[in-house]
């Protein structure tokens, strides 16, 4: 079976409802029930009618919180990635959210999978080495809430999406 394996490189923090760009921020519905649950399952939407992201729920079970993965550094799989893609530049594969879904084939399938367990899909640990440099900045490609600093990214990292 291939494997698709990428290093998250950036992601952006949402809350509940003290946060106007979550979509828990009005309450629990059926598109976002899943942020509401276990911490380390996937949330994953559909949006703008093309694109899906891929979010972590991180808050205990009832308090909805996740992370959105924005950008992967791609480390196994790339030549696949390309052809999903449909590009050579492998800055392009997995560099935003609608981008790395596309290149590591995730869709709302899998909306709701504990990615806690080796599975279709899943978040292991990073072989140890130095950790690096993470930077805090606000968040983009949102129009309420873009002041919270809850975008995090690895400084220097050629794979982070844009500004």
Same mark, same amino acid.
């Given at each position: 079976m291939l494997s698709l394996e990428g290093?998250?490189?950036?992601?952006?923090?949402?809350r509940g409802s003290d946060d106007p760009a979550s979509h828990?921020?009005?309450g629990k519905t059926s598109r976002n029930q899943v942020m509401f649950g276990?911490?380390?399952?996937?949330? /994953?939407?559909?949006?703008?009618?093309?694109?899906?992201?891929?979010? /972590?729920v991180t808050e205990e079970e009832g308090v909805p919180g996740a992370a959105l993965i924005r950008a992967l550094e791609p480390i196994n799989g790339i030549e696949e990635m390309k052809k999903r893609r449909r590009t050579s530049d492998p800055r392009a594969l997995t560099n935003g959210p609608a981008r790395l879904t596309q290149a590591m084939a995730i869709t709302r399938s899998l909306n709701g999978i504990d990615m806690t367990m080796p599975r279709e899909l899943f978040i292991s640990a990073a072989?140890?080495?130095?950790?690096?440099?993470?930077?805090?900045?606000?968040?983009?490609? /949102?129009r309420l809430g873009r002041d919270k600093p809850w975008r995090y990214q690895v400084r220097g990292n050629p794979y982070v999406s844009g500004r």
């Open positions: 290093k998250i490189v950036e992601a952006e923090a949402y828990a921020y009005r276990k911490p380390g399952v996937a949330y /994953v939407y559909f949006t703008y009618g093309m694109h899906h992201c891929l979010n /972590v072989p140890p080495n130095p950790i690096p440099r993470t930077v805090c900045s606000r968040r983009i490609g /949102v």
